[in-house]
């Protein structure tokens, strides 16, 4: 590899605005549904969501297609979890109803929630699915995954 300096840009930016642009693509009011996942864990017990552990013959959840929804989920353990939903990339609206740090305020696809912590996130279904080829969300952290705490959903 060869590297070759040259001359300086012309009007090259060389200092960086104080903060970011602000962006929020999706208000609240846009949202058509709320729907809930409780986390839950146990250390003898299956780990589920909603009260149910991963079945590959049930789909738990249909969103429509373009609609915009809210998702809060809450973690009934004191463990961390990892949250990933497929498909999508969503915005985080809250965290125990106080806005999220300056860090969290970007395109995300996996949010942690901490224990006993609720956590709303936004976000649109614009991708096609169906039950042979559903969209999963889920625990991402491999063991817990293989424990049950996963769920399928399908944007029809």
Not at 45 to 54: C, E, H, Q, R, Y
Not at 71 to 96: A, V
């Amino acid at each position: 590899m060869t590297i070759v300096v040259k001359a300086a840009t012309l009007n090259a930016i060389t200092t960086l605005p104080a903060s970011p642009a602000s962006f929020n693509p999706f208000q609240e009011t846009q949202a058509v549904r709320t729907r809930t996942f409780e986390l839950y864990m146990g250390f003898s017990a299956p780990m589920k969501i909603n009260g149910v552990s991963m079945d590959m013959n049930r789909i738990d959840q249909t969103v429509h297609l373009d609609d915009t929804e809210i998702w809060e989920i809450t973690n009934n353990s004191d463990m961390p979890h990892p949250f990933h939903i497929h498909d999508i990339q969503f915005l985080i609206l809250t965290r125990d109803g106080s806005q999220p740090p300056e860090n969290e305020s970007g395109w995300k696809d996996t949010v942690l929630v901490m224990p006993r912590e609720t956590v709303r996130i936004i976000s649109h279904f614009s991708d096609f699915s169906d039950p042979v080829n559903p969209y999963m969300f889920h625990r991402h952290i491999l063991e817990h995954e293989d424990s049950g705490m996963m769920g399928q959903f399908v944007v029809i």
